[in-house]
């Protein structure tokens, strides 16, 4: 890429590279006639540049050509996907990845799977045990009301109060013994223990045994295609072969649940029969400098579909410039700049970030920069919507659910 290009691609600004404010002030712009006719969506019209800054942008084309290759690499290859929502935390997505074939969709917390049965998505797998008399009874409502619905355990006292609040509620649940796969945060002991929970599940008049699960964090982001996959195959072989002891027990094992975007391409081998990956859909920087199986140094196998988009609010230093996005808006000195990867991006406070330019100021005020976030979950957590676009133009604004409020946890 020439150093032209490379800046023609690195600043999406409504005023073009070596920014000019010719017409910025010629015609009035009202945002509240554009908040209007979003609320209608009706996006005729409606640029980049109209947009308020720090927000968040979905390139349509990108995030499409990252949910067909998921979905065709799961048809081709033989296992299932019931994709992580705690990326996006959006129905507009989730569906789109249920018509593309997704067997349900994973959840993290009890919001998210309130949201998402509510929005009448089958399949829906709660990813984390419910603990305590609030997740408990959350999740028992949601069974009741949705039979495809299913929880987790790795404790057998959760499948004892499962079993007992579902009696209550004269309700059947489906639960699925959470195992131990690398990752301390959670999970029950793999091998003959595994199978007693998994058998505790099946004694139980009120639940069902939905199989198991086994997420293994740790092979996710584990660097090289090859240390990844001897990652992956260690954390997850035990969780397998309990799946194996289950059915041999005389069990239904209707799934073994798993795997990331990291593993996505290694885990069927190992014996998942369902993928549980979230990211691919947009990518972040941990993502990307993961390597993949054709390149080491970069993970390609999805392209990089969102940005954070920022103003340049300031220019008054040699070398750098401030922008509108900072710790409020997730920024962090791993978030790298689109186009642009040899720009150092700062943190400068709860509102600003810093741009550092290796060869002087080469932004102007009022210049649109676009940002890779460093981590996709804790970076939509923050924001409200998604404004989808091709190119310039906007298309679509899908709503992100709520934020950090305790209502919606
Ligand atoms: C239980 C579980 N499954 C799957 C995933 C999705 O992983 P990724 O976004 O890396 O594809 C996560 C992510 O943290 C997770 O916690």
Same mark, same amino acid.
């Given at each position: 890429?020439?150093?032209?290009?490379?800046?023609?691609?690195?600043?999406?600004?409504?005023?073009?590279?070596?920014?000019?404010?010719?017409?910025?002030?010629?015609?009035?712009?009202?945002?509240?006639?554009?908040?209007?006719?979003?609320?209608?969506?009706?996006?005729?019209?409606?640029?980049?540049?109209?947009? &308020? $800054?720090?927000? +968040? *942008?979905?390139?349509?084309?990108?995030?499409?050509?990252? =949910?067909?290759?998921? @979905?065709?690499?799961? #048809?081709?290859?033989?296992?299932?996907?019931?994709?992580?929502?705690?990326?996006?935390?959006?129905?507009?997505?989730?569906?789109?990845?249920?018509?593309?074939?997704?067997?349900?969709?994973?959840?993290?917390?009890?919001?998210?799977?309130?949201?998402?049965?509510?929005?009448?998505?089958?399949?829906?797998?709660?990813?984390?045990?419910?603990?305590?008399?609030?997740?408990?009874?959350?999740?028992?409502?949601?069974?009741?009301?949705? &039979? $495809?619905?299913? +929880? *987790?355990?790795?404790?057998?006292?959760?499948?004892?109060? =499962?079993?007992?609040? @579902?009696?209550?509620? #004269?309700?059947?649940?489906?639960?699925?013994?959470?195992?131990?796969?690398?990752?301390?945060?959670?999970?029950?002991?793999?091998?003959?223990?595994?199978?007693?929970?998994?058998?505790?599940?099946?004694?139980?008049?009120?639940?069902?045994?939905?199989?198991?699960?086994?997420?293994?964090?740790?092979?996710?982001?584990?660097?090289?295609?090859?240390?990844?996959?001897?990652?992956?195959?260690?954390?997850?072989?035990?969780?397998?072969?309990?799946?194996?002891?289950?059915?041999?027990?005389?069990?239904?094992?209707?799934?073994?649940?798993?795997?990331?975007?990291?593993?996505?391409?290694?885990?069927?081998?190992?014996?998942?029969?369902?993928?549980?990956?979230?990211?691919?859909?947009?990518?972040?920087?941990?993502?990307?400098?993961?390597?993949?199986?054709?390149?080491?140094?970069?993970?390609?196998?999805?392209?990089?579909?969102?940005?954070?988009?920022?103003?340049?609010?300031?220019?008054?230093?040699?070398?750098?410039?401030?922008?509108?996005?900072?710790?409020?808006?997730?920024?962090?000195?791993?978030?790298?700049?689109?186009?642009?990867?040899?720009?150092?991006?700062?943190?400068?406070?709860?509102?600003?970030?810093?741009?550092?330019?290796?060869?002087?100021?080469?932004?102007?005020?009022?210049?649109?920069?676009?940002?890779?976030?460093?981590?996709?979950?804790?970076?939509?957590?923050?924001?409200?919507?998604?404004?989808?676009?091709?190119?310039?133009?906007?298309?679509?604004?899908?709503?992100?659910?709520?934020?950090?409020?305790?209502?919606?946890?």
């Amino acid at each position: 890429m020439t150093r032209r290009t490379l800046l023609a691609t690195a600043f999406s600004t409504p005023l073009g590279w070596g920014a000019n404010t010719n017409g910025l002030t010629k015609r009035p712009f009202r945002y509240a006639d554009i908040e209007a006719k979003i609320a209608r969506k009706d996006f005729t019209g409606i640029s980049k540049e109209d947009l &308020p $800054t720090p927000s +968040m *942008v979905v390139e349509k084309s990108l995030f499409e050509a990252n =949910l067909k290759k998921m @979905a065709d690499h799961c #048809k081709t290859t033989g296992i299932d996907i019931r994709s992580h929502c705690k990326i996006h935390k959006s129905v507009d997505i989730a569906r789109k990845q249920m018509a593309l074939g997704s067997s349900g969709i994973c959840c993290a917390t009890i919001a998210e799977s309130e949201l998402m049965v509510g929005a009448g998505i089958k399949g829906v797998l709660y990813t984390c045990q419910p603990a305590g008399k609030n997740k408990i009874w959350r999740g028992v409502v949601l069974g009741q009301k949705e &039979p $495809t619905f299913r +929880m *987790v355990a790795d404790d057998p006292m959760t499948v004892d109060l =499962l079993d007992e609040a @579902a009696a209550v509620a #004269k309700t059947k649940l489906t639960v699925l013994v959470d195992l131990y796969a690398g990752l301390t945060r959670a999970g029950h002991a793999t091998g003959q223990a595994g199978l007693e929970l998994a058998q505790k599940i099946d004694s139980k008049k009120n639940l069902k045994f939905g199989g198991v699960m086994g997420y293994s964090g740790g092979a996710s982001h584990t660097k090289g295609f090859e240390q990844r996959t001897a990652k992956s195959r260690k954390d997850v072989e035990p969780v397998v072969e309990t799946a194996m002891l289950c059915k041999k027990a005389g069990l239904n094992v209707p799934v073994i649940t798993g795997g990331s975007t990291g593993t996505y391409n290694i885990d069927k081998e190992i014996g998942l029969t369902e993928l549980q990956a979230g990211s691919y859909i947009f990518m972040d920087t941990l993502y990307m400098g993961v390597g993949g199986r054709s390149d080491p140094k970069k993970y390609t196998d999805f392209a990089p579909a969102l940005t954070v988009m920022s103003t340049v609010i300031s220019k008054n230093h040699k070398g750098q410039v401030t922008i509108d996005c900072g710790n409020k808006a997730m920024l962090k000195p791993t978030d790298q700049m689109k186009g642009r990867p040899d720009v150092v991006v700062e943190n400068q406070g709860a509102e600003y970030g810093v741009l550092k330019f290796p060869e002087g100021n080469e932004a102007n005020l009022g210049d649109r920069v676009e940002l890779y976030c460093s981590n996709l979950d804790t970076s939509t957590n923050v924001y409200d919507r998604y404004y989808v676009v091709e190119g310039d133009k906007v298309v679509d604004v899908w709503p992100i659910m709520g934020r950090g409020g305790a209502v919606q946890r």
